[in-house]
C-alpha cells in the first residue's frame, strides 16, 4: 500500500507543478512492472527556462533515506521545494521533444 501512495504523490506533485507553471493541458501514463514503474508527462510545449529548471532539480538522485518517512513531506511546501523532495523518489529522469510536445519520463526502480 505504501508504494501506491508514493506512486500516488509523484503523479500529484508533478501534475501540480505542472498547472502551477501554467500547463493546463497535459496526459499522464502510468507503466508499473515488477521491476519498475515509469511515469509518462506529455504536455504542451514549454520554455527552456523551465526544462532547465526540471533537468537541474532531477539531477538529485534517489535516496534511501527518504523512502521510509520523508516522502509523507510531498506536498506541504511550495511547489519548488515539493519537486526537490519529488526527486529523491525518481532514479531516472528525462524529457524529449516532439511535434510541439514535451515528453517527461520518471522512471522508479523496484529496490532500495
Given at each position: 500500500?505504501?508504494?501506491?501512495?508514493?506512486?500516488s504523490?509523484?503523479?500529484?506533485?508533478?501534475?501540480?507543478?505542472l498547472?502551477?507553471?501554467?500547463?493546463n493541458?497535459?496526459?499522464?501514463?502510468?507503466?508499473?512492472?515488477?521491476?519498475?514503474?515509469s511515469f509518462?508527462?506529455v504536455?504542451?510545449e514549454m520554455?527552456?527556462e523551465?526544462l532547465?529548471?526540471?533537468?537541474?532539480?532531477f539531477?538529485?538522485?534517489?535516496?534511501a533515506?527518504?523512502?521510509?518517512?520523508?516522502?509523507e513531506?510531498?506536498?506541504h511546501?511550495?511547489?519548488?521545494?515539493d519537486?526537490a523532495?519529488?526527486?529523491t523518489?525518481?532514479?531516472y529522469?528525462?524529457?524529449?521533444?516532439r511535434?510541439?510536445?514535451?515528453h517527461?519520463?520518471?522512471?522508479?526502480?523496484?529496490?532500495?
Amino acid at each position: 500500500m505504501e508504494e501506491n501512495q508514493k506512486t500516488s504523490k509523484i503523479i500529484e506533485q508533478f501534475s501540480f507543478y505542472l498547472l502551477e507553471n501554467g500547463i493546463n493541458d497535459f496526459s499522464v501514463e502510468l507503466k508499473k512492472t515488477n521491476n519498475f514503474i515509469s511515469f509518462i508527462f506529455v504536455c504542451e510545449e514549454m520554455n527552456k527556462e523551465l526544462l532547465d529548471t526540471l533537468q537541474h532539480t532531477f539531477k538529485i538522485k534517489r535516496q534511501a533515506a527518504f523512502e521510509y518517512y520523508g516522502w509523507e513531506l510531498i506536498g506541504h511546501g511550495k511547489s519548488q521545494r515539493d519537486l526537490a523532495l519529488l526527486s529523491t523518489l525518481i532514479d531516472y529522469f528525462t524529457y524529449y521533444l516532439r511535434d510541439g510536445k514535451v515528453h517527461f519520463n520518471l522512471v522508479r526502480y523496484e529496490r532500495i
